[in-house]
T-cell receptor, first 117, second 112 residues
Framework: EAEVAQSPRYKITEKSQAVAFWCDPI?????LYWYRQILGQGPELLVQ????????DSQLPKDRFSAERLKGVDSTLKIQPAELGDSAMYLC???????????????FGNGTRLTVT | GDSVTQMEGPVTLSEEAFLTINCTYT??????LFWYVQYPGESLQLLLK?????DKGSNKGFEATYRKETTSFHLEKGSVQVSDSAVYFC???????????FGAGTRLFVKA
């Protein structure tokens, strides 16, 4: 079964440094999501792409976070500078696009666990 | 705005006990409703879904019915196993929208 690929699996960085996460969605999935999951909480949407366009980034802290999906396939999420409060699991997900795309479930990658020291 | 509220955990049960995890939602129109499960050390995966009122989603012995009148989507299983120990997330996607909103999750421990 096709999977969403993410790397790295773990990242430890010092505060004020820059970090980047990569995601490759399931082939053919037009919608790509970046979620942040703080320990003990549910995933919170940071940014959502439809092909290469951002459709929702209302919860993305744009002063330090950026995301791109230049060719509408894989995506990169960057944090610069990292802060202690950014320590969390960063999950990428993708879903198929269809006439009733809101019915389509999300397929999650294994995530990147970020620790900021 | 749209939101999902689920019962706080952890829930601790003995093997073969009956499970209910409550989930209620706030949304306009007719959202799609989902249960996702996160096993220890793994990422989230879809457990079941329902896309319209009175639909029942089912998978692996778990069931949930979309109740529009009570805005609920409670997860049930008649006989839990140790292997069901995980965190369960209720989620919704609004009508015509794309943004999937998750509840805080309910951790389930099943004792042998």
């Amino acid at each position: 079964e096709a999977e969403v690929a993410q790397s790295p699996r773990y990242k430890i960085t010092e505060k004020s440094q820059a970090v980047a996460f990569w995601c490759d969605p399931i082939s053919g999935h037009a919608t790509l999501y970046w979620y942040r999951q703080i320990l003990g909480q549910g995933p919170e949407l940071l940014v959502q792409f439809q092909d290469e366009s951002v459709v929702d980034d209302s919860q993305l802290p744009k002063d330090r976070f950026s995301a791109e999906r230049l060719k509408g396939v894989d995506s990169t999420l960057k944090i610069q500078p990292a802060e202690l409060g950014d320590s969390a699991m960063y999950l990428c997900a993708s879903s198929a696009q269809g006439e009733s795309s809101y019915n389509s479930p999300l397929h999650f990658g294994n995530g990147t666990r970020l620790t900021v020291t | 705005g749209d939101s999902v509220t689920q019962m706080e955990g952890p829930v601790t049960l003995s093997e073969e006990a009956f499970l209910t995890i409550n989930c209620t939602y706030t949304a306009t129109g007719y959202p799609s409703l989902f249960w996702y499960v996160q096993y220890p050390g793994e990422s989230l995966q879809l457990l079941l879904k329902a896309t319209k009122a009175d639909d029942k989603g089912s998978n692996k012995g778990f069931e949930a019915t979309y109740r529009k009148e009570t805005t609920s989507f409670h997860l049930e299983k008649g006989s839990v196993q140790v292997s069901d120990s995980a965190v369960y997330f209720c989620a919704l996607t609004p009508t015509g929208g794309f943004k999937t909103i998750f509840g805080a999750g309910t951790r389930l421990f099943v004792k042998a």
